[in-house]
């Protein structure tokens, strides 16, 4: 049977050179109201992106939504596997579609599991819960049609190294997502020196027409219904290559670290979070590869990192919890399954890690 998850990680637990960007990320975005375009700050454009919008809901019951779905998250308790479990789209002339597995091959939760799964616009959705599994819960989301937000992005590209990304504000991060109804951060940064890499993919569906609004529901899903008050992964490459910036790690315009090179705690393997860097490619990988222009981008990256934090990576390495101590004997560049019991980051994308490291080692 096949392990699953909610798209892409795990619960979190609570040194190396500086990585300088050629260009200053700027992340803030108007928390809700309009950035007028003399407010925007010098070296930025005003751009605007749809608020996302959600509607929750628990159980098996059918589910209507008063907007366009276009993706439906599903979380449960008690098993992380899906057997069993399904779900159908209705239209908006309420005809229902066939019934679709929750799929194969995401990344385990702990006592449970979940998925994203895109939902072609549909009018609403029903469920049926995997076998085994309790506290059936689910999320419709609209990252598309929601009201405007204007947000200051870079005019320029941004880099790390000469590697391009797309700052939080350019793929459109609502920053407010962070915080909790009184004002504070659900989730305040915390930097620990690197130590390793994990990679995972995000078990979705491959040849995304709109991957940075598939980011944005990510984001929602991560911040807000998993309560980690963020998305789980450092960087996210999308099928045509493009890297994108994912937790926020400060203002200073260095992605997934602090000015003095420590790496911010992500959310994308559980127990195993402070000072591992996640890198989720968007897409499912168990019957075929990544295009090849994601896989450059992630050997780009990776070679960036891995050279600023003056490790070797083709070695074993012990990683060492730094909040609890607890330790597990991983590759330096590993993926997520070699940290718990889950089908991440797919079959072939798994088997595709020895050569990642053989071409990081040698640039070849």
Known sequence: MTRRAVIGAAGAVAAGAVITPTVMATTGDSGGADTKAEDTE????????????????????????AFPIGYVGVRWGGTDEATGGG????????????WRSLGDGGCSVANGGGVLIAADQAAGYELRAPDGATGLRSLALDTLHGPDRKV?????PTRVRGVQYLTRAAWGADES??????????SPTAFYPFQTI????????NDDPDPAATVRAIYQLHAVTNDWGDIGYHFLIDEEGRIYEGR???????????????????????????????????????????????????????????RQHGVDPQARVTYTNPVNGTQKEVAEISGHRDWMATECPGEVMYAELERLRTAVATGR
């Open 42 to 65: 010098p070296g930025t454009t005003t751009e605007t992106f749809p608020r996302t919008r959600s509607e929750a809901a628990t159980g098996e019951a059918p589910v209507e939504a």
């Open 87 to 98: 779900i159908r789209l209705t239209d908006a002339d309420g005809g229902q579609g066939a």
């Open 152 to 156: 200051a992005v870079p005019s320029d």
């Open 177 to 186: 997502l962070r915080f909790k109804a009184d004002g504070t951060e659900n």
């Open 198 to 205: 994990t990679v995972h993919h995000t078990a979705m569906a």
């Open 248 to 306: 926020y790690s400060g203002d200073d315009g260095l992605p997934a670290h602090d000015a003095d090179g420590k790496v911010v705690t992500a959310f994308h393997v559980g127990g195993f979070n402070s000072g591992n860097l996640g890198i989720a490619l968007l897409g499912t990988f168990t019957e075929q590869g990544p295009k090849e222009a994601a896989r450059a981008a992630l050997t780009r990256l990776v070679k960036v990192l891995v």
